[in-house]
Nanobody, 119 residues
Framework: VQVAESGGDLVRPGGSLTLSCTVS????????VGWFRQASGKERERVGC???????YYIDVVKGRFTISRDNEKNTVFLQMENLKPDDTAVYYC??????????????WGQGTQVTVSS
């Protein structure tokens, strides 16, 4: 199984950015994908997740600003981020889980993509 993120960039506060996560190697498309982030000097936290049945979950600080969606035809999961804040600055990771529920552990992780929110 391989997972890869892309789309990280430097964004001004209040701006928007969409990250992509491509997943390959699972036999079915009912896998769950979680988005995580790790800011410098802080522990990694889970930002949100989309289950194999397209149920989504988010941490409180991103609710209403971040949206996770998936395109099964392209084996891609998206993290759409709006109204970005400096506190959103982090390396963002996606991880995939063969079983469709958003429960740890995840089976495969990407290498991460840097998101920097700064004026």
């Amino acid at each position: 199984v391989q997972v890869a993120e892309s789309g990280g960039d430097l964004v001004r506060p209040g701006g928007s950015l969409t990250l992509s996560c491509t997943v390959s190697g699972f036999r079915t498309k009912s896998y769950a994908v979680g988005w995580f982030r790790q800011a410098s000097g802080k522990e990694r936290e889970r930002v949100g997740c989309i289950s194999g049945r397209n149920m989504t979950y988010y941490i409180d600080v991103v609710k209403g600003r971040f949206t996770i969606s998936r395109d099964n035809e392209k084996n891609t999961v998206f993290l759409q981020m709006e109204n970005l804040k400096p506190d959103d600055t982090a390396v963002y990771y996606c991880a995939a889980r063969r079983i469709s529920t958003c429960v740890s552990p995840f089976d495969a992780w990407g290498q991460g993509t840097q998101v920097t929110v700064s004026s």
